[in-house]
């Protein structure tokens, strides 16, 4: 025949009904709904064997919530028509896509356009394409854009296409980072077996501007590549902080490279260099701006005969120096896993005090570190042998107290096992060691042994901690698991001093320069097993004062931790004797015992303080739990509560109060039982010297005002003065308290005498 026509329709509201059959096929089930149409011509042209046909047709097709192998589409509309070219081999020709709501497991696909308009021998393409590619489930990457737009005009001649891309722009990965790609006005040609080659010319590739002489590609069973690429000179600061606009990028650094690629019969050559040629690199933050010191910087890498070659130099007066070579003889084109490669990487930092500014702020570092590594074995599992090893350490932090020093480290690697050798670091007077291995490759994990002795932890002037003790850390690709017993040697926790002022957890820090985008959620995290058993003894000198509390804890702890689960804690602490000052009165702990069953924030109380040298035990005593205390007046024998207070508060019983005794006490009740700490009348008595500072009035008729002031030297010793302020002279007194109801007292002044005093109470 000269010509076939043919017609063909297809609706299908069901196309799940097809399953069954599709099945047959070994095809996976399919649903949603199609409904399309279209006509097909060929025409003869030409005789002989083997003659030409021309094609031309239209049609339309729509698809509707459709899915299929675990792609699912929302919609999608596409016609198009291509008539039969004429006797000139022209004729119109039209096309249209519109996708939108394409979902794969790997990339989502909110639209796609395709718009073709015009005749065979000139028409006009558009095309665009938005959606996301969407972070693996558990990683900290952030879902990547996929954006681009192309504007094109061509013409066919019946065996290749040739055109020029007026736009072509494929959008950041990341908002606020430079363009994928970005070109303009580039000629291309489409030959018969997907032959591409493009005319000289010029691109923006992430940030960065490209040229070649050469680009070509051939497809087929020898596919052939050629390209010829130049990096034109690049200042690196403005790029880098389009890339990471928080880390404060800034500088003249200046940097080049080419680079050549070639694939013909099958085999792949090619060489990239890029290097500095001048310049350097800064980093500022809110502490100053310091450069890097820059002096070599290359990268390289040659590929020929089948063997791949890289290269790398990185040196600073800053930073120290960086080399590496490494080889890989893949056995096809392209490197994999069982790649064999072999190598050498060095590296020697002799003042690790210039890398201070890549640590969180406050820390410092000092000594040096140096590496020499062999590489071997397989690309996917490399063979490392060589040694890492570090001299005259030091870690510091003056606002937490942490200054370690004198630490050295030594890490011998053995192919796929590495072993620490030795860590040690001095803190004070007391040391740190640690020794440990581990396995490398695929399933890596590690042990390491940690043993500490009178170790200075925290030095500060209110925070001192000194421990020893014993803990064991494993580590593997899924978790971490931590166990040991600790001690206390010395501790104090002062809290009577504040700690430096720093930000809540709802504030965030934006730099004037920069805008602030919303915050995105974060991404959900792997999950890791970990397990954690540590026993924490508090020994017998770890002191906690502050907030009126003056005491030793003793006892010991149980950390627990599985998997997600909340920190576990278990054990008792006990209050160590002590004073507790509250309201003017120094109290004397008796009984604190802090009992922990689960929740660190939320531990039992059964604390008892009592005022002493009193003929009768008054004090106030706290139960319940720390998030939900109860605070009560305690005394033995039992009394009211107005008689608790004023034998704690006034020394003596409520008889014979004045009214602003009274009141008082009643203001003393409330604050008593709903304060906490020390008041500001308190803090002045502490600051002067003084336990008592009082104003009464006299027993006698005259009714002149009385100013005490006294001072507890000991448990036992008081010394005291006291004067009218219409008197002359005052009085001293000196009492020695013997036992609870005998009490020495000595007093010079208005009256002079030493009196013995024998209390005896009955009812």
Known sequence: PTAVNANVKLQAQKLAELNTLLALFGQGPVSGAAEGGGDLQLQRAGSGSSPAWRIGGSGRLALTNASAQGITLANARAQGSLPLPGADGDSPVALTLDVGGLRHPQANVKLAKLELQGRRSAHDIKAEVAGLLPAPAGSDRPDLNIGATLQAQGRWDGQAWAGRIARLDVAPLRPGTPPTLATSNVALRIGPGLRVSAEPGRAEVGGAFVRWQTLSWAGGERPELRAEL??????????????????????DLRVAGHASLGLVDN???GELLIERRSGDLRVTDEFGSRPLGLTDLRLALNVQDGIWRFAQGLAGTELGSFAGALTLTPAGRWPDAATPMQGVLQANVSDLSTWGRWVPAGWRLAGRAAAIVQVGGRFGAPDLTGRVDGEGLALRHLLFGVDVTDGRFTLD????????????ARGGDGWLRATGNAELGSSPRAHVELKADKLRVLSRVDRRIVASGDAQLDLDDKGLALAGKLRVDEGLFDFTRGDAPTLGDDVTVVRSSRQAGPAAPPAPKAARNSAVNVSLDFGRDFKVRGRGLSTTLRGQLQIAQKNDSPLRVTGKLNADGGQYAAYGQKLEIERGDITFTGALDNPSLDLLAVRPNLDVRVGVYVGGTALSPRVSLYSEPDMSDTDKLSWLLLGREPSGLASNDTALLQRAALALLSGEGEGATGKALRQIGLDELSLSQSEDDAKSTIVRLGKQISRRWYVGYERGLNATTGSWQLIYRIAQRFTLRAQSGDDTALDLIWQWKWN
């Open 230 to 251: 130049q990096l034109e000179d690049l200042a690196a600061a403005p790029l880098m902080a389009r890339w990471q606009p928080d880390f404060g990028w800034g500088g």
């Open 413 to 424: 690697l053995k192919g796929q096992h590495a072993e620490l050798t030795r860590l040690e």
């Open 267 to 269: 085999r792949l050559s």
